[in-house]
């Protein structure tokens, strides 16, 4: 397994983004949090109607439920 180094903006950019985080109070993280997941939601909904119009808004919820609770990570 080879490792690749992160360019420079990449680390700054991240370095940033978790000042910003750090800055936040515990309410606003949670509110962010929040966002972040209703967004993931979303977006993979869309990818579930793009790939599969015919089913019902039923059928997405589901798919997408199953794909946050069955999910793996590594």
Known sequence: MSTVAEPEHVRAAHAHQVAIYR???PQQRLE???RMNRSMRELMAVGF???HPE???SQ???AVADRILYARTG
């Open 23 to 25: 800055a936040m109070t």
């Open 60 to 62: 997405v919820k589901r």
């Open 49 to 51: 109607r793009d790939r």
């Open 32 to 34: 962010q949090a929040l």
């Open 55 to 57: 089913w019902t808004e």
